[in-house]
């Protein structure tokens, strides 16, 4: 376990302000920086944040800097609204900022030492420039300098031959290695987590007052972008597939901004599904249950509220199925909440590292809509292998709570990167020398030569 001998740096465009809350990324520094701060390290997230707030503050033990106000105040859209100012602001400015404030005089104790962690395309150059100032500075050596990719977004603007050079490269899964090895770079795998609270379970009064609601009719949930690559279109005419076997499905989704949602509900509507909207009208899950009132003849309600983490969990834990399957998922977050929240989670064989197919999640190799319909069949009809796989999916959530991914992976792969000096050796008296045996008395007798005589021993041999 580290101590306060760390001093960790996390780098990231995305966090925890609103302003800053963009998807997946906020999620994960948020989730990142607090277990690294139980863990006893110095604890610093450098992003981009709400121009309104105090420029620094302290948050849960984590310090918040957010950098480049100035820039966001006259792009009020969020984080990624004018991104190239940004971006050269903080490759620019941050770096020596952090250095010369935070970790010179950090190191100033011979046994301190420093990690600096940045996410994605946007913090590239920043890693780059903090290379160069620590060399100049001499303590390079004492600095674990990683940059993480957590999809392939912005690869073209990378300089890899230089990043690779500057720091080490990581990523959140094995697929997300091999998508690396294009680029002539071979990435170290340090997994995503997920945070403590989406274990908290919803109580079973709202679980069966759900499935009341629904008329217990199967249920998929699925909770993504309106992106291709999340595999709408899939989950449109699986429902179809189903109703075509006389089933009577129900898709609640809940989905993005994105412009593909237009083409997914035209999908619905052509395929003859009933499309209901709802906005949540109450946050958790009392509003998730008021959303729910007379859907009867509906195939697909569409939730335009975002889902709060109760209201997410008693969707995942009360849903037949999770649809989390994509043709392209780097890690697979959503899937693995839903298993956190005892949910049949139905991923695809991207990077969902986590998932064992029958034993604690669907796992979809194709595009077919029959695929599902088979094995979501012959889990329903196996409801003791459906309780089984439900309670391996919570099991297996467990081991990526943040705090495990930080104490089993990440601090031992920091600390075999910039290890601590070893501690001064223990002063140990010599034992006193044992007085020497005496050699002058033989402690056995030799034994007296016997002469035999020649004529004897030739007698004894002929008889």
């Not at 977050?333 to 998932?355: K, N, P, Q, R, S």
């Not at 003791?384 to 495990?404: D, F, G, I, M």
Request: glycine share 8%; with cysteine.
């Amino acid at each position: 376990m580290m101590d306060q001998r760390w001093q960790v740096h996390v780098l990231s465009f995305e966090g925890p302000d609103a302003y800053a809350h963009a998807g997946g990324i906020a999620s994960r520094v948020g989730g990142l920086t607090g277990a690294l701060s139980d863990a006893g390290c110095d604890t610093h997230l450098w992003f981009i944040g709400d121009p309104a707030l105090p420029g620094e503050e302290r948050s849960g033990g984590v310090g918040l800097h957010r950098w480049a106000q100035w820039i966001s105040r006259y792009h009020p859209g969020g984080v990624y609204d004018g991104e190239e100012g940004k971006r050269a602001d903080y490759a620019s400015s941050l770096p020596p900022y952090v250095v010369e404030r935070f970790i010179l005089p950090y190191l100033t104790h011979p046994e301190h030492r420093v990690a600096v962690l940045a996410e994605e395309w946007q913090t590239a150059d920043a890693v780059l420039h903090l290379d160069w100032l620590l060399r100049r500075a001499g303590v390079r050596h004492r600095v674990a300098l990683l940059w993480n990719a957590n999809n392939t977004f912005g690869f073209d603007r990378i300089d890899w031959r230089r990043l690779a050079a500057a720091s080490t490269l990581t990523t959140v899964s094995r697929y997300m290695r091999q998508r690396m090895w294009a680029q002539g770079v071979d990435a170290q795998v340090i997994p995503n987590g997920i945070p403590a609270e989406v274990f908290q379970r919803p109580g079973a009064p709202a679980v069966r007052r759900f499935r009341t609601l629904t008329g217990r009719r199967p249920v998929l949930a699925k909770v993504a972008r309106w992106d291709p690559d999340k595999r709408w279109l899939l989950a449109v005419d699986t429902v179809v597939e189903m109703k075509r076997h006389g089933q009577r499905p129900l898709l609640i989704a809940r989905g993005g901004l994105e412009a593909h949602g237009a083409e997914v509900l035209d999908r619905a509507r052509r395929g003859g599904l009933r499309v209901v909207q709802r906005a949540l009208a109450a946050p958790g899950a009392a509003g998730l249950l008021d959303a729910l009132h007379e859907v009867d003849d509906a195939d697909v309600l569409l939730l335009t509220s975002r889902l709060d983490r109760d209201a997410s969990q008693l969707l995942f834990a009360a849903a037949s199925a999770v649809l989390a399957n994509s043709g392209h998922e780097p890690f697979g977050l959503v899937g693995l909440e839903a298993m956190a929240a005892g949910g049949v989670a139905c991923v695809g064989g991207t990077g969902e590292d986590y998932a064992v197919p029958g034993w604690n999640a669907l796992v979809l190799q194709s595009a077919a809509p029959a695929e599902f319909v088979s094995a979501f069949n012959r889990l329903a009809a196996h409801r003791v292998e459906e309780r089984a796989l439900r309670r391996n999916a919570t099991s297996t959530a467990r081991r990526y709570a943040w705090p495990e991914i930080v104490r089993r992976v990440l601090l031992p792969r920091l600390a075999a990167m910039v290890p601590l000096p070893d501690p001064a050796p223990r002063t140990v008296a010599p034992a006193p020398e044992r007085p020497p045996v005496p050699v002058s008395v033989p402690l056995r007798a030799p034994v007296p030569a016997v002469r035999v005589p020649r004529v004897a021993a030739r007698t004894a041999a002929a008889g």
